[in-house]
């Protein structure tokens, strides 16, 4: 009996939880993940350039958000210290070889100067960011609203193929969003493959021992959580009820955009919780 037990303590110990399609968890004992409606703890983590992140520090001064928007602006055409009032339609990088207006090129741009803040665009969001100044002020706005974080990884088939509907629908909530890149087994180069070869442009977390992760709850590839300003989990689970992606945009019952809305205006969330679609 003793060698049993001690041999089942051994199995167990090499049990590996799976998260999604994309990978695996590390081992260890995971703690309790933070209960809904609860205030989640403080953490600290790096992105895959190696800059910090702090959660209860996570916003940033104007000063900040103009140097960023202006480097941005910058490799599509703008001056340097180019002016706010700078019309991005004007810059030479937002157009296509005949002189348009390259919609998407234009939300890259708005994108590129956002990531790092957590914001990114769309071709419809971006349509209304006329001037430098304009980013500027998008991103300044959403640091006061709430935060999705979204358990990803590079290799997961969801994550691949609901990609530009993620993206659609994030942008249209117009929320900070980071994506914690859960697996363990995922590198560097699956981040940039990802990125090479999909419009992706969240400010990606590694979190390959699931640290974050586990604080959350996150079980699958994508798993959404949803963080109000003051810091209380609100939301968990899927984008919305089209797992498969099979619905008309107007079937789906948007979980995720629902609940942001709920949050903003201070009104309780409708669906707090959800099966994750990964």
């Known amino acids: 009996m003793l060698k049993q037990l001690t041999l089942a303590l051994a199995l167990a110990a090499l049990v590996v939880a799976t998260i999604g399609a994309g990978g695996a968890m590390a081992e260890g004992e995971k703690p309790e993940p933070v209960?809904?409606?609860?205030?989640?703890?403080?953490?600290?983590?790096k992105d895959d350039q190696g800059r910090d992140f702090q959660l209860y520090k996570s916003t940033h001064t104007r000063k900040e958000i103009e140097a960023s928007v202006r480097a941005a602006a910058t490799k599509y055409g703008a001056a340097k210290d180019?002016?706010?009032s700078t019309k991005i339609d004007d810059l030479k990088g937002v157009k296509d070889d005949d002189g348009?207006?390259?919609a998407s090129k234009r939300?890259?741009?708005?994108?590129?100067?956002?990531?790092?803040?957590?914001?990114?665009?769309?071709?419809e969001s971006a349509a209304g960011l006329k001037t430098v100044g304009d980013v500027v002020a998008w991103i300044e706005k959403g640091q006061k609203g709430p935060i999705v974080f979204m358990c990803w990884s590079p290799r997961c088939p969801t994550c691949k193929s609901q990609n530009d509907r993620i993206n659609e629908a994030l942008a249209k909530a117009n929320v900070r969003v980071f994506a914690l890149a859960s697996s363990f087994r995922d590198e560097q180069e699956h981040y940039d493959k990802f990125r090479d070869q999909l419009d992706f442009h969240m400010r990606v977390f590694p979190d390959r021992d699931q640290k974050i992760t586990d604080i959350l709850g996150g079980?699958?590839?994508?798993?959404?959580?949803?963080?109000?300003?003051?810091?209380h989990l609100k939301y968990q689970g899927a984008l919305d009820n089209d797992a498969m992606g099979y619905m008309d945009a107007e079937e789906r019952e948007n979980?995720?955009?629902?609940?942001?809305?709920?949050v903003r205006t201070g009104k309780e969330v409708p669906t707090k919780?959800?099966?994750p679609a990964g």
Do not use: Q
């Open 82 to 84: 180019c002016d706010l």
């Open 107 to 123: 939300a890259a741009l708005a994108s590129e100067a956002g990531s790092f803040y957590g914001m990114i665009a769309s071709e």
């Open 273 to 275: 919780t959800s099966e």
């Open 255 to 262: 979980y995720l955009h629902n609940a942001v809305e709920a």
């Open 35 to 45: 209960a809904m409606d609860a205030k989640v703890p403080d953490f600290t983590m």
């Open 219 to 231: 079980r699958k590839t994508p798993h959404f959580f949803l963080v109000s300003p003051d810091f």
């Open 100 to 102: 348009a207006i390259d």
